[in-house]
């Protein structure tokens, strides 16, 4: 655990200095395209489902409903012009750094639920995935991402539990690179 931790600073530190300019210029071009603040900040659920707030470059409406985007009617009604890609490039993830450097997540993990997802949150406290930081990519978001039911999520943050390791997750990092890379698994 100290050095998944170490690693994730050392990584999320360097990561927040290369990747400086490029937050620079989506945080203004979310000011530019849409009113309302640059940040999302989402209430999420942490190790052992400790709530706390996860930071997102926005993507919705200011007046998006709080739920999980695939429960929303027509969810593309809601974005913002820039939205879209913001969400098919990951980059509304770039300020998860943040919690990366703060402890409050991992590069590698669980996603981090919503507040009110109590389905999933009920089943990864079940089967004790509620012990781990959650991450801002996953062994679910490799074989499925938006695409999962949540039995079926959870079943792949099982496995993750039960084979973590620094090995693991350079895997899940490699393979996550390339999933954005291509857009594979993203819905809105």
């Known amino acids: 655990m100290g050095l998944k931790r170490a690693v994730d600073f050392f990584l999320a530190l360097v990561a927040s200095i290369i990747l400086l300019f490029p937050i620079l210029v989506v945080?203004?071009?979310?000011?530019?395209?849409?009113?309302?603040?640059?940040?999302?900040?989402s209430k999420r659920?942490?190790?052992?489902?400790q709530i706390f707030l996860m930071p997102k470059f926005r993507s919705m409406r200011v007046?998006?409903?709080?739920?999980?985007?695939?429960?929303?009617?027509?969810?593309?009604?809601?974005?913002?012009?820039?939205?879209?890609f913001l969400r098919k490039?990951?980059?509304?993830?770039?300020p998860q750094l943040w919690c990366i450097?703060?402890?409050?997540m991992s590069f590698v993990g669980p996603r981090p639920?919503?507040?009110?997802?109590?389905?999933?949150?009920?089943?990864?406290?079940?089967?004790?995935v509620d012990k781990l930081l959650p991450g801002l990519t996953?062994?679910?978001q490799i074989n499925g991402r938006d695409e999962?039911?949540?039995?079926?999520?959870?079943?792949?943050?099982?496995?993750y539990l039960e084979r973590r390791s620094i090995g693991f997750d350079m895997r899940i990092l490699f393979l996550t690179a390339e999933k954005v890379l291509r857009r594979r698994g993203i819905k809105h």
């Not at 659920?45 to 489902?49: A, E, I, M, Q, S």
């Not at 007046?63 to 879209?84: C, K, M, Q």
């Not at 450097?101 to 409050?104: C, Q, R, T, W």
Request: aromatic share 10%; proline share 8%; with cysteine.
């Open 45 to 49: 659920v942490g190790r052992f489902n």
């Open 63 to 84: 007046d998006t409903p709080t739920v999980a985007t695939h429960l929303l009617e027509n969810p593309e009604r809601f974005l913002t012009p820039i939205g879209s």
């Open 138 to 140: 996953g062994w679910a």
């Open 27 to 41: 945080a203004l071009c979310v000011r530019l395209t849409s009113p309302g603040p640059i940040l999302y900040w």
């Open 101 to 104: 450097l703060g402890g409050k």
């Open 113 to 128: 639920a919503l507040y009110n997802q109590y389905d999933l949150i009920e089943l990864r406290t079940a089967h004790g």
């Open 89 to 94: 490039s990951s980059l509304d993830e770039l």
């Open 148 to 159: 999962l039911p949540i039995p079926e999520k959870v079943k792949f943050d099982i496995e």
